[in-house]
């Protein structure tokens, strides 16, 4: 089993750009979260998804969305990057189905830079 | 709320022991750890229930004060593969759940 899968793992972009960061995972868990860390301030929560076809904010959503494509796939988009928007992304998984928080397994991050 | 962690950096031989604080403003839930070394993805460590409980794994464990709203990590025994950046998580009676800022520990032989 693979886990939690992210994609790229690296990626550069120039302010205004676009792109969507993937995850999958093969855990058949039902909520998936992505996260951003930044140096100093932890892991914040940009968006997360109790179940297939729900999504939610977190406490940083500004510029980004996201799409629950399937029960497996939980993609983030940045419509028009900024370089505010530098940092390490994290995309998790838990089994939980939001009430109460489970354990949660993290891919391997994606290293976004903004230039 | 996020919570607070203390320290923020420790600096242990080999063999010592150490402890890791967090706390809340908020009434809690549970509280998770996670580690996380250099490069890499945090990794699942334990989670505490309200109930005051206390869990442990080898030479790693955790308390949770409920009335308090903190919760300690203590490490015995250190070793070089517990070098790292632990997070705490609060999840709060009202569901919403932080990490902590971290502390960064490491292990020197």
């Known amino acids: 089993n693979a886990g939690v899968t992210q994609t790229p793992k690296f990626q550069v972009l120039k302010t205004g750009q676009s792109m969507t960061l993937q995850c999958a995972q093969d855990m058949n868990h039902n909520s998936m979260y992505w996260y951003r860390q930044d140096p100093g301030m932890g892991l914040r929560l940009i968006y997360y998804s109790a179940s297939e076809g729900t999504t939610d904010k977190g406490e940083v959503p500004n510029g980004y969305n996201v799409s629950r494509l399937n029960k497996r796939e939980f993609s983030l988009r940045l419509e028009s990057a900024a370089p505010s928007q530098t940092s390490v992304y994290f995309c998790?998984?838990?089994?939980?189905?939001?009430?109460?928080?489970?354990?949660?397994?993290f891919g391997q991050g994606t290293r976004l830079t903004v230039v | 709320q996020q919570p607070v962690q203390s320290p923020q950096a420790v600096i242990l031989r080999e063999g010592e022991d150490a402890v890791i604080n967090c706390s809340s403003s908020?009434?809690?839930?549970?509280v998770h750890w996670y580690r996380q070394k250099h490069g890499e993805a945090p990794v699942f460590l334990m989670i505490?229930?309200?109930?005051?409980e206390q869990k442990g794994h080898e030479k790693i464990s955790a308390s949770f004060n409920e009335k308090k709203q903190q919760s300690s990590l203590y490490l015995t025994a250190s070793q070089l593969s517990y070098s790292g950046t632990y997070f705490c998580?609060?999840?709060?009676?009202?569901?919403?759940?932080?990490f902590g800022t971290g502390t960064s520990l490491t292990v020197i032989p």
């Open positions: 505490l229930l309200k109930g005051g």
């Open positions: 998580g609060t999840e709060e009676t009202g569901n919403q759940f932080y």
């Open positions: 998790a998984s838990s089994a939980g189905t939001g009430v109460r928080r489970t354990e949660a397994f």
């Open positions: 908020k009434a809690l839930y549970s």
